[in-house]
């Protein structure tokens, strides 16, 4: 009766773009050679909406996936050249980003230059992200961190995170490699697959 009343419903969210996709939420991914090998056809869950925020009016997105194995991985939503694109990326730990990259090459991201870091291991479990080389374009730009969706709303400064980050792009234009260094001095290194996106094959909102 207070349902016919109230005009509740039952009903639903319905997804029709990933922008719209919560925590809690699933989805999954076409079976399209652009997509890392891992997320061909596989579905994930997300798990947390953040945003970056690059300058006054650039912010994006990002959620927080978890797939079946438990491995995580990131989604930034991204616009180029008037397109919207979807950032795929994947942290490395310490001890791979010394394996993929020569120590002394890679410390010169933080040089007066901006260098090109070669590629010298591809370790199994990253293959399908890496490229032969790197182009460094971005050096010691500033961005702020907000672990909630604040891309709809004027972001508090006060919640969000400062850090400083550098970009390279690399032979395959669509295969970016980043590099993040926070407040507390961690350091975030990932790799980062650019993709269509129409990858996405379903959404299915989680339990409200």
């Given amino acids: 009766m207070f349902k016919k009343i109230f005009g509740r419903s039952d009903k639903p969210r319905m997804l029709s773009s990933p922008v719209q996709l919560k925590p809690g939420d699933i989805v999954s991914f076409k079976q399209r050679r652009v997509l890392p090998s891992e997320l061909q056809g596989e579905q994930f869950e997300v798990t947390a909406v953040g945003s970056y925020q690059y300058s006054a009016d650039e912010i994006n997105r990002e959620l927080t996936l978890r797939g079946v194995d438990n491995k995580t991985y990131y989604v930034l939503f991204h616009e180029e050249d008037g397109e919207s694109l979807l950032s795929f990326s994947v942290k490395l730990p310490e001890s791979v980003v010394s394996r993929i990259f020569d120590e002394e090459?890679?410390?010169?991201l933080w040089s007066d230059d901006f260098v090109t870091l070669a590629v010298r291991e591809r370790p199994a479990e990253f293959v399908s992200w890496i490229a032969d080389h790197y182009r460094q374009q971005v050096k010691e730009k500033e961005a702020y961190y907000?672990?909630?969706?604040?891309?709809?709303s004027v972001p508090i400064y006060e919640k969000g995170e400062e850090l400083r980050y550098h970009e390279c792009t690399s032979n395959l234009e669509t295969h970016h490699l980043?590099?993040?260094v926070w407040e507390g001095g961690e350091t975030d290194v990932s790799l980062t697959i650019l993709c269509p996106m129409d990858v996405v094959d379903d959404m299915w909102p989680g339990k409200s």
């Fill in 105 to 108: 090459e890679f410390s010169g």
């Fill in 146 to 152: 907000y672990d909630y969706d604040c891309v709809d």
């Fill in 178 to 180: 980043s590099v993040e």
